[in-house]
Every structure is written in C-alpha cells, then in structure tokens.
C-alpha cells in the first residue's frame, strides 16, 4: 500500500514531450527543454518551449511559387544573354549620353518570279468498241495505240484478257505526253559550229567532193559526216558547209632521225694477237659484239698485208661477228707474209662512187692485231716478224 507522502507529491508534465516531472523541476530531464516555474500552466494554457516557426502552404500556393521562380529565372537569363550579345557587336552600342536615333529602314522592291507549272492533262472520255469476231486484246491495243494491262483495267477483265464476239468494251485514250523542256545541251554540229567557223559553198559545174575537199584542204569524210551525206556524190547548185575546223594538219619537216653515239671499239677475239697460220688453212676471224645494230649498220673489217710491196688492203662490211678471211689474200709466195686488222662500226649513208665510199665511220676503232700466214710448208718461226709500220 502506498504512502500518502506520495500519492500527495505534486508533478507536471514537460510541455514538449510529455515526461512527468516533480512541480519544481526547471528543465526537462528528457529533451532539456527549460520550464518556466513562475507562469500557472492553468492560466497561460501550458509552458512556452523554444520551437522554430512553421510555415504551411496550400499545394496552389506552393505551384504558384514555383512558377514564379522559374520566370524570375528565365528574365534573368535573357537580360544576361542581351547583354554579352551588345557587348560582341559593338556597332550596336550607343555611347552614352548620345541621342539614340531611330533607323529609317527602306524596303526594296523584289520581283517574284512565278514558276512555270506543268501542265495538268485531264483524262480524255473512253471510246465505246464492240469486240469482232476472233479478236483479241492485243489486236484491239495495237489498233488504238495503247496497252493491253489499260484495257482490263477498264473493263474489269481477267487477267488473261479474254473475249468474246460482240462483247462492249469501253477503250481508254492515250493520255497525252508533255514535251520535255528545253535544255542548253547543244548537239554535236552545233558544239562543232561554235568551235570553230565554218564556210556556205555551193556546188558549181564539174565539181566533185575530192575536188571541193582539197580546196579547202578538209577531208572528204570531214564534209560528209557534217553535211550528212550518205556518198561521195554531188550535184550542180548543192549547199554544202566546209567545217574548216576540220582541215587536215599542215605537214611539217620530216624530222631527222637522232644519231646514236659513237659504239665504242669492238673487243677482238680471235686470232691472238701473233698467231702463225700455214698453207691454205682457212682463217676465221671473230670479235664481240657492242650491242644491236640499226638496220643501216655494219662492222667493217679492214684487213692490210704488211709484207705486199703495196701493202694490199681490203675493206669488208658484215653484221655478223665473224668474218673468213678470202683465198685470194693467201700468200702466193714462199715469203711470210704479215697481216693486220681491225674492225669499227660503219654507218651506210649511199652516193659513194665506191661501196666503201657509202658508209661512215660511226663508232670508235678497236685494237689493231696481226697473224703471220705462209704459203708453203717448212720450218716455221717462232714468232712472227712484225714489220713496222
């Protein structure tokens, strides 16, 4: 059983989150709210606590704000681009303190060009037609000039299109096409016209397309393809126009052939330089190359006897690489006779009263060689006696 002591202990209830508290409490032991001992809580209606104030709104209230914020927003942001744009163009700021004049604007007149529409064609009436007898649509649509798909789809047809005799068919007219317009594009006469000039000639008495064409120094081709004749033949009062930018090309000097450098000495091969023949052995003498000649070249083999009173030469021209000496250069003595030879290349120009007077020299002489030949047998010397020169 409880006392009385305290069933009678007066309390009070903190204002702010409801704790009971002893009468003489001064701040809430719960939340610290102070608590005002001095106020009768029955006559002020409870402790005042320290709260922020609260504002409530409607929902179009706070929408009404919102909009209006926005707007705010939005002005600002125009004013701030109106000015850095003044500010980029400085045509457009007025000094200050100037008179602002007002621009006078002067409209110019344009003239409206009206394009030229196409033409609208509007659809010409059918032809009542009776199909005859074993007639088709083909031959319909051949006799009036138009498809076979248009006369079923004006009819209602099958696909295959079939008839029968006296059967009424409603035909469809062509339906007219536009001409297409004009275009700057110029024909090939007309190109041909503007390049270059041409001349009116009227065919006379005895003329002739050879004689007009050298005339005029143009080909008979020329003034054909122009005048579009199918032939070569003409007539007495013909028109006929010469495109002269057609005329055939002045020939020119017939250009000189270039002259290749000189060759350069032909390398000797055979005979080594002192070889020793005997008897009626045939000799045989070879050399290399320098390269392909041109059709009006040749090596020239000059071969002298040292030993002859008249030092006997003689001067062959060949295009192959060998060269046999001839039988009659044979020693008809006992004596040894020295020989000596070269080669170089020559270039045949003609006129010469001899044939060695129609060719040139045309490259550069080789080394000179000599070889030794005796006629009849016997001792043989060791080294062929070479004569001076």
């Known amino acids: 059983m409880m006392s009385q002591d305290t069933n009678n202990t007066k309390t009070k209830l903190c204002p702010v989150c409801g704790t009971r508290l002893n009468e003489s409490a001064t701040r809430c032991l719960v939340c610290g709210t102070e608590l005002d001992t001095k106020a009768n809580p029955k006559k002020s209606g409870g402790v005042k606590s320290k709260r922020l104030p609260e504002i409530t709104l409607s929902l179009p209230a706070a929408l009404g704000l ?56 509007t659809p010409l009436p059918t032809i009542s037609y009776t199909v005859k007898a074993n007639e088709t649509c083909s031959d319909i649509a051949v006799a009036f000039g138009i498809s076979v798909q248009s006369i079923i789809l004006e009819n209602n047809l099958t696909a295959d299109c079939t008839l029968y005799e006296n059967q009424p068919l409603n035909i469809p007219q062509p339906t007219p096409t536009a001409s297409p317009q004009p275009t700057a594009t110029l024909s090939d006469i007309e ?5 270059c000039g041409t001349v009116d000639y009227i065919v006379q008495a005895n003329d002739n397309l050879s004689k007009i064409a050298d005339e005029y120094d143009v080909s008979m081709t020329s003034i054909k393809e122009y005048n579009g004749m199918p032939n070569d033949t003409v007539y007495e009062g013909m028109p006929l126009t010469i495109p002269l930018c057609m005329r055939e090309p002045t020939q020119g000097p017939t250009p000189t052939p270039t002259t290749p450098p000189p060759y350069p000495g032909p390398n000797l091969l055979l005979p080594a ?5 005997i008897g009626s052995t045939s000799i045989t003498l070879q050399w290399a190359a320098v390269g392909e000649l041109l059709g009006d070249e040749a090596y020239a083999i000059t071969i002298t006897d040292l030993t002859s009173d008249n030092r006997e030469t003689i001067t062959d021209f060949v295009t ?13 003595d006992s004596v040894p006779h020295i020989y000596r030879w070269s080669i170089y290349i020559a270039r045949q120009v003609g006129g010469g009263a001899t044939e060695a007077d129609s060719w040139i020299s045309a490259g550069n002489l080789s080394d000179q060689r000599v070889f030794g030949w005796f006629s009849t047998s016997g001792p043989v010397p060791t080294e062929a006696a070479t004569p001076t020169p």
């Open 191 to 195: 190109k041909t016209e503007s390049a």
């Open 273 to 277: 330089d002192g070889a020793s023949f």
């Open 66 to 121: 919102l909009a209006l914020f926005i707007t705010l927003v939005a002005v600002v942001i125009f004013l701030i681009i109106s000015a850095s744009t003044q500010d980029k163009n400085p045509e457009t700021v007025e000094a200050v303190g100037s008179p602002t004049v007002s621009p006078t604007v002067t409209l110019t007149p344009t003239t409206t060009q009206t394009p030229t529409l196409a033409p609208t064609w």
């Open 320 to 332: 192959d690489t060998s060269y046999i000496l001839p039988q009659s250069m044979m020693p008809t």
